[in-house]
């Protein structure tokens, strides 16, 4: 059983940067690959960025790259998406999610934070 919450959402100018958080429970964290996606009003929910335990293979989207870091910290259960040089373009609920080895797809969700980008 796994859950998670994210935080670190809010209102910030364009350019500027904001720290998204995403806190899993369990004891089997680092087993785990972790993603990141966004969804705008309006618009599909978009992978952002993710990463896998092994700290070697991470992706991110095309709009996201050079901009964007995904990180994790195995010993605190932590997601991470330090974002930087933010766009209008940006502003969408982000949310986590996790897949479990033995799952196809991200089988768990947090409820999200909102990030606004206003110019």
């Known amino acids: 059983q796994v859950q998670l919450v994210e935080s670190g959402g809010g209102l910030v100018q364009a350019g500027g940067s904001l720290r998204l958080s995403c806190a899993a429970s369990?004891?089997?964290?680092?087993?785990?690959?972790m993603g990141w996606f966004r969804q705008a009003p309006g618009k599909e929910r978009e992978i952002v960025a993710t990463?896998?335990?092994?700290?070697?293979?991470?992706y991110y989207a095309d709009s996201v790259k050079d901009r964007f870091t995904i990180s994790r910290d195995n010993a605190k259960s932590t997601l991470y998406l330090q974002m930087n040089s933010l766009k209008l373009e940006d502003t969408a609920v982000y949310s986590c999610?996790?897949?479990?080895?033995?799952?196809?797809?991200?089988?768990?969700w947090g409820q999200g934070t909102q990030v606004t980008v206003s110019s």
């Open positions: 999610a996790a897949r479990s080895p033995n799952s196809r797809g991200y089988n768990y």
């Open positions: 369990g004891r089997t964290f680092s087993l785990y690959t």
């Open positions: 990463i896998n335990w092994t700290f070697e293979n991470t």
